[in-house]
């Protein structure tokens, strides 16, 4: 029996991670984080059938489940590590992935290495991904791993959840090997959310028919654009096309990413009838490029330049310090949450003006577009027990020039 801190949202997926936990016999305390401030209320949606109280429903599960609920305020730490950084990214013209950043610093930053100093031996969450570590028998091993002792590097692996949908080890992927050597995913092997709504409603959990939260926690209604323009401020500038033409307007570089085509607002068709879609933004003369689908085809990824390692690179081949060239064969990537993966044709680990970058070629079949300064990029590898995730990287630059 293991003494777990589960992280409970008020939401379906971690009531019944929690009531796995229980019904596998171990001692289960849970936590809620507290991260909306009175001095930076998040905007709701005005259609919203019924309000959502996430820290009430959070007691009420709770209550049901028999556990003690701590609520722990983060507020100011996710408004600097998380919001912040988030509106700052998109200054500077990148399109960040904020889940990304919660994971690492938050969830599996602060929150699990407080866990660990008030004697948690793990903590779990609702995400829907796989872990494994050796001797594991159900949700945790044997014994408590021991995380980096002696600089060692943790024996587990990262794998994708069952309900591919819904799968969440790429949101997980910029963790630290140490902290997610330590964690639980109960909902694991869940094959789709249907299957979860069914066993929360078997137990009789009262948030079992609860709507899905928006991918972005602090704009539930799902208004990106919106929240930007409330931090930033609006300003116009001009939309430029590949000859070099000013096309259109807009009120913002920031509101716009790669691969972008719906809220342009060109006033007139281009002469070739062809839409046009987002190439990039330059956030100091605050100006949109725009250009055709194909002109937005990336052969190159650059990423960096600091790689996260989630399995020990030596054992790829690549030398002591990071460097060398992985065997494409059995590797894919992923680009964007949800996103469909894509097998690369090469894939690099050079040294860069910041340290060790990647640098994944593409195969020109793919023709891969939408691909943007700032998105995570996660590198996984086939293995018997599923695609495991062995790296993540933020991109910095993306090539369309010939392939090697």
């Not at 979860?196 to 704009?219: H, M, N, Q």
């Not at 590198?379 to 933020?394: F, H, M």
Request: charged share 20%.
């Amino acid at each position: 029996m293991a003494k777990i801190l589960m992280g409970l949202s008020g939401g379906v997926d971690s009531a019944v991670a929690t009531a796995r936990l229980q019904a596998a016999g171990h001692e289960v305390s849970g936590f809620f984080m507290q991260l909306e401030s009175p001095s930076r209320p998040w905007s709701r949606p005005v259609t919203s059938a019924e309000p959502v109280d996430a820290l009430a429903d959070a007691h009420r599960v709770a209550d049901f489940l028999g556990v003690e609920l701590q609520v722990w305020d983060l507020a100011e730490r996710f408004n600097r590590v998380v919001m912040d950084s988030f509106v700052q990214a998109y200054r500077e013209g990148l399109t960040p992935n904020p889940c990304v950043h919660c994971n690492r610093f938050i969830k599996f930053g602060y929150v699990i290495e407080r866990a660990l100093r008030e004697g948690f031996d793990y903590v779990a969450t609702g995400h829907y991904a796989r872990l494994w570590r050796p001797g594991q028998a159900g949700l945790i091993p044997a014994e408590v791993p021991q995380t980096g002792a002696d600089g060692a590097f943790p024996d587990f692996a990262l794998l994708r959840g069952s309900a591919m949908g819904k799968d969440q080890s790429y949101v997980l992927a910029g963790a630290r090997a140490a902290a997610l050597a330590r964690a639980v995913f109960p909902l694991g092997d869940v094959t789709d959310k249907a299957a979860t709504r069914a066993e929360a409603e078997a137990l009789g959990i009262p948030v079992a028919g609860k709507r899905d939260s928006f991918d972005i926690c602090f704009l539930p209604d799902g208004d990106t654009r919106g929240f930007l323009r409330g931090c930033i401020g609006a300003a116009p500038g001009p939309i430029v096309d590949e000859d070099g033409a000013v096309v259109g307007s807009h009120d913002g570089a920031f509101q716009y990413t790669v691969g972008q085509r719906r809220g342009l607002h060109i006033p007139r068709p281009h002469t070739d009838g062809a839409p046009r879609y987002v190439q990039g933004t330059d956030p100091e003369t605050n100006t949109v490029f725009v250009a055709p689908r194909q002109a937005l085809t990336v052969t190159e990824i650059h990423a960096g330049p600091a790689v996260n390692w989630l399995i020990d690179p030596t054992k790829l081949g690549l030398s002591a310090t990071g460097e060398g060239e992985l065997d494409p064969a059995g590797l894919t990537i992923q680009f964007r949450a949800h996103g469909k993966p894509v097998t690369p044709q090469g894939v690099y680990l050079e040294t860069g003006d910041g340290g060790i970058e990647l640098r994944v070629v593409l195969q020109p079949a793919d023709e891969v577009t939408g691909v943007a300064p700032g998105q995570s990029l996660v590198l996984y590898q086939d293995s018997p027990r599923g695609d495991r995730v062995i790296a993540q990287a933020t991109i910095t630059a993306t090539d369309s020039g010939p392939h090697l």
